[in-house]
Structures are given as structure tokens and as C-alpha cells.
């Protein structure tokens, strides 16, 4: 089955410390997301991507972050400078049409640890 | 801004017995709603799903419920297994947002 798949799985940072998350989507799949789960809380949504664009982003989602799409294939979430708060473990996913009619695929998530 | 609750964080079941995990949403605005499954070192997985012009959806061992005027949404698995033990999210989205929007999450321990 095609899977969502992210790199590292642990990445250790010191805070103000630029850091790229990646992820490779489900090859097929032309709408891209990006969550976060803070140990203990509830998954949040950062930011989706089609068509090379943002297409919604949350509150979270500030101009410390940025998403790109550098090939035909990875999908890459940057924090400039990276502060303790966000920690986490930020889950990337895919779908192939948009939410109203198609599931999201989900990746292991990459636990992001600022020191 | 808790726009979809789940009430319980953790919830243990025999294993056999019906597993009943609720969920309730604030935001009218939501149509669609969704169940994910995680288990530990993994991403949420999709579960169920149902939306808001019906009041059940049956795949299996899983059924969803959602009754509008209460807000309120519940998954049954039955007979719970112990392979069901994971946490489990409600999400929910509206039709003018791509996102979703989830649950706090319930953890379910099915016992041998």
C-alpha cells in the first residue's frame, strides 16, 4: 500500500536553529499538509499546499515557518529559528483530491526536539 | 479554541465488549466528520467516516453515529479487540476550510 513517508523520524535542534522537515507524499496525491501534535495535546493543522501555493494556514503557521515543494516529489516544512514551544511531533500527510470527498494520508511523523 | 472535544482521555474495555468513544463539536459549521486511529510511533490512521446529512455509517466492527442537534458524534467498535488498543481522534472539517480540525484524542485499552 502507498505510504507517506517522513525524514528524520527524531531531529534534536538547539533553539534558534534553522531546521527542514521532510517528506515524501503519496505519489499521486496533489493536496499536502502539514500537522503538529505537542506531547499531550491534540493534533493541529499548520498549513496545506496545492498547486505550488498555501492554501490555508493556521495561526501556528507563522512567518518563521515556510512549506516548498523543491521537485516533483518532497514536500519540505522549514522553521527559521526554531524556539522551544516547538517541540513536537509534526505529522506531514497527503490526499489525492481535497478533504470533501478523500481521506488523509498520514506519515510516522518527524519528533522535533529544540534544546 | 476547542472546536471538536472528546471528553474522555482514556476508556478500557474487555476484550468482546463494545467500545462506545464520543466526541463533541462546537462549530455548526462542520459537515463532515471523521475518525482516525494511532498507534504508538506512527501517524493517524483513517477510520471511519460520516457525513452530516447522515446519522450512521457501518464498516465491520465500527459504526459512527452523529446526531446534529446534540453535536455530538460516537464510534462503536464491537467486539472490541485487543488490537483496537491505539488513541483514537475525532476530526471534522467544514465546507469553506481544507483542514481538519481534531479531537483531543481517547485512549482505548482493550483487555484479554
Known amino acids: 500500500e502507498p505510504e507517506v513517508t517522513q525524514t528524520p523520524s527524531h531531529q534534536v535542534t538547539q533553539m534558534g536553529q534553522e531546521v527542514i522537515l521532510r517528506c515524501v507524499p503519496i505519489?499521486?496525491?496533489?493536496?499536502f499538509y502539514w500537522y503538529r501534535q505537542i506531547l499531550g495535546q491534540k493534533v493541529e493543522f499548520l498549513v496545506s499546499?496545492?498547486?505550488?501555493?498555501?492554501?490555508?494556514k493556521s495561526e501556528i503557521f507563522d512567518d518563521q515557518f515556510s512549506v516548498e515543494r523543491p521537485d516533483g516529489s518532497n514536500f519540505t516544512l522549514k522553521i527559521r529559528s526554531t524556539k522551544l514551544e516547538d517541540s513536537a511531533m509534526y505529522f506531514c500527510?497527503?490526499?489525492?483530491?481535497?478533504?470533501?470527498?478523500?481521506?488523509?494520508?498520514f506519515g510516522s511523523g518527524t519528533q522535533l526536539s529544540v534544546l | 479554541d476547542q472546536q471538536v472535544k472528546q471528553n474522555s482521555p482514556s476508556l478500557s474495555v474487555q476484550e468482546g465488549r463494545i467500545s462506545i468513544l464520543n466526541c463533541d463539536y462546537t462549530?455548526?459549521?462542520?459537515?463532515?466528520f471523521l475518525w482516525y486511529k494511532k498507534y504508538p510511533a506512527e501517524g493517524p490512521t483513517f477510520l471511519i467516516s460520516?457525513?452530516?446529512?447522515?446519522d450512521k455509517n457501518e464498516d465491520g466492527r465500527f459504526t459512527v453515529f452523529l446526531n446534529k442537534s446534540a453535536k455530538h458524534l460516537s464510534l462503536h467498535i464491537v467486539p472490541s479487540q485487543p488490537g483496537d488498543s491505539a488513541v483514537y481522534f475525532c476530526?471534522?472539517?467544514?465546507?469553506?476550510?481544507?483542514?481538519?480540525?481534531f479531537g483531543g484524542g481517547t485512549r482505548l485499552m482493550v483487555k484479554p
Open positions: 500527510a497527503s490526499s489525492e483530491v481535497d478533504l470533501r470527498n478523500e481521506k488523509l494520508f
Open positions: 505519489s499521486n496525491h496533489l493536496y
Open positions: 499546499f496545492y498547486n505550488n501555493e498555501i492554501s490555508e
Open positions: 462549530n455548526s459549521m462542520f459537515d463532515y
Open positions: 460520516i457525513s452530516s446529512i447522515k
Open positions: 476530526a471534522a472539517y467544514n465546507n469553506a476550510g481544507n483542514m481538519l480540525t
